[in-house]
């Protein structure tokens, strides 16, 4: 069973917090592609995550120790 997450609604939600930086941890797996925001996006992804790259940001992938 494979549960797809939304991004967007984060992204809504920060447009009225103009944020410094977004660290976004995350598997990667999502059914939605939101818009490139005006703030840099860190994507701190699952080491079984996604191997699909993302449209912005930079990507950074935890290992399992």
Do not use: H, M, Q
């Not at 939304?6 to 598997?27: A, Q």
């Amino acid at each position: 069973l494979t549960v797809l997450f939304v991004f967007i609604p984060v992204f809504e939600r920060l447009e009225e917090e103009n944020p410094t930086v977004l660290l976004y941890l995350t598997d990667g797996f999502c059914s939605d592609k939101p818009a490139t925001p005006d703030y840099p996006v860190v994507w701190v992804l699952t080491e079984s995550g996604t191997k699909e790259p993302f449209e912005f940001g930079e990507t950074l992938r935890l290992r399992a120790s």
